[in-house]
């Protein structure tokens, strides 16, 4: 390994350290603290607006 690969190798190095606490601190700031809430009827609703009925007939 030459020189120049060892101090390549060392700033993407800390690159990528940089980039992993920038990524850590937006988290912190925008994603920690939300939350979501689920409400289990508008939830079925989405996946099934027009529920079928097992069993009844057609017309009836």
């Given amino acids: 390994m030459t020189s ?3 101090v390549l190798r060392r700033h993407l190095g800390w690159v990528l350290v940089i ?5 850590l601190l ?8 939300k ?10 609703r989405q ?9 009844a007939p057609h017309g009836q």
């Fill in 4 to 6: 120049s690969d060892s």
């Fill in 19 to 23: 980039k992993f606490f920038a990524l």
């Fill in 26 to 33: 937006l988290w912190w700031f925008f994603v920690r603290d």
């Fill in 35 to 44: 939350g979501t809430q689920l409400d289990p009827a508008a939830l079925s």
């Fill in 47 to 55: 996946f099934a607006p027009n529920p079928v009925v097992q069993g």
